[in-house]
Every structure is written in C-alpha cells, then in structure tokens.
C-alpha cells in the first residue's frame, strides 16, 4: 500500500458525496445506497483514502455470490457437484477520475482479493466474480488475471486458487531491481 493510504470501512465520517468517477451509478450507489447495504447486510463498502481524511478516492463493495455450473468453461467444473458455484462479488469498484491511474484501482481490488480469500478459509467461496460496467473496466480485470463467463465477457472471474498464486507472486520481493 503506498505510504499514507488506507482501506477502511465506509463510515459516516467520510465525505460520501464529494465521490465523482464519472459513471453515475457508481456515484449514487457510494452517496446513497452503501450505507444502507451495510445496515441490510447486502454487501459491505470498503474506501480508499489518505490517513486521517475525509475525502473517498476510490471504493469496492463486496457481498455473496454463485455462478451457474454452465457459465463456467468445463474444464473449471469436473469434479464438481451440480450446484451454483459459490463465489465472492466484487459488486463496485470505482477510483475518483481525479486519482485514475495512480494504481489505485488495483490496491482496491487487491485487497478485495485478500479479504475474499480470507473468507474462503472460513466458508465456502470457489471463485471472485465481478460484473464490469464495460470494455474499459473488463480490460481492468482481465490485466489483473480475471476471464469472462462463457455466454458474458463483461462477467469476469478468478478462482481463489489463482488469486493466491497470484498475490503470492505480488507479495515476493523484487530480487531484479538489485
Ligand atoms: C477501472 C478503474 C477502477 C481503474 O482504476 P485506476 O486507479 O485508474 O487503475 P490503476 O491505476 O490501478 O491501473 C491498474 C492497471 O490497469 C490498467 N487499467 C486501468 N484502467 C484501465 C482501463 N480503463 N482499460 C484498460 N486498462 C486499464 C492500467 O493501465 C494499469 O496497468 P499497468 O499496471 O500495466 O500500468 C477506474 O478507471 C474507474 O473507476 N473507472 C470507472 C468505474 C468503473 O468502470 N469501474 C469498474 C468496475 S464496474
């Protein structure tokens, strides 16, 4: 995480309407809708945000998911017992368009993956999906090791197994810039 960053729960104590990433679903859901998520227990917003400040530069919100067994490429389900797959959302990710690509979309995602993996030690969760609004937000998560679902490109996933070996792989130290 880069120096004075932190991932914390959304609280009323930041400044939920001041968000702009210029796709207003995504605004209204943070300004409108997190909160009471939160209270229902439907997902769970994480922010992005400098230590001890108010101002929300990027969110993800996170919650409980399946996937159809035929969504998934075959080679995914053998083995497995005819039921939904259960998986992790990754419901909202959005960075504000005054922080884009500052690597802030990926510390989010990045610690959705942690937390998602987290959880799948403790209740069963195969897989991280997403839906992303667009060719631009999928090309974001395919770069981070995601594939669409068979009959939905925009409906991205990564199994948990891949996501370890993957933040594993990020987590190594860099023994070639020496
Ligand atoms: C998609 C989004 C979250 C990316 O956030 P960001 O902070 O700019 O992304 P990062 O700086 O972490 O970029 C990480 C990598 O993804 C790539 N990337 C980021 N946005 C991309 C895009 N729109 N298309 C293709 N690649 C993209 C970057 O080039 C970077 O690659 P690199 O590591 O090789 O340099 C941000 O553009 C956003 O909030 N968009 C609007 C909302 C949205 O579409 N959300 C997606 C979920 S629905």
Not at 65 to 77: F, G, H, V, Y
Not at 103 to 108: F, K, Q, R
Not at 151 to 164: F, G, P, Q, S
Not at 171 to 177: G, L, N, V, Y
Request: with cysteine; aromatic share 6%.
């Amino acid at each position: 995480m880069v120096s004075d960053l932190c991932i914390s729960l959304l609280s009323p104590d930041f400044d939920r309407k001041g968000f702009d990433c210029d796709v207003p679903e995504l605004n209204d859901f943070l300004s409108k809708r997190a909160r009471k998520h939160m209270t229902q227990r439907m997902s769970v917003t994480y922010v992005l945000h400098k230590e001890d400040e108010c101002e929300i530069l990027g969110y993800y919100a996170i919650s409980m998911a399946e996937i159809r067994m035929i969504d998934l490429q075959k080679e995914l389900i053998k083995g497995l017992p005819r039921h939904p797959v259960p998986a992790v959302r990754i419901g909202r990710l959005a960075v504000s368009k005054s922080h884009r690509e500052k690597g802030y979309g990926s510390e989010l995602l990045w610690d959705a993956i942690e937390r998602a993996l987290s959880l799948s030690d403790q209740i069963g969760a195969r897989a991280i999906e997403a839906h992303a609004k667009n060719d631009s937000a999928r090309k974001f998560y395919l770069k981070h090791g995601f594939i669409s679902l068979v009959d939905d490109k925009n409906h991205v996933y990564i199994l948990m197994e891949t996501a370890r070996e993957a933040l594993e792989r990020l987590e190594e130290p860099d023994t070639e810039s020496d």
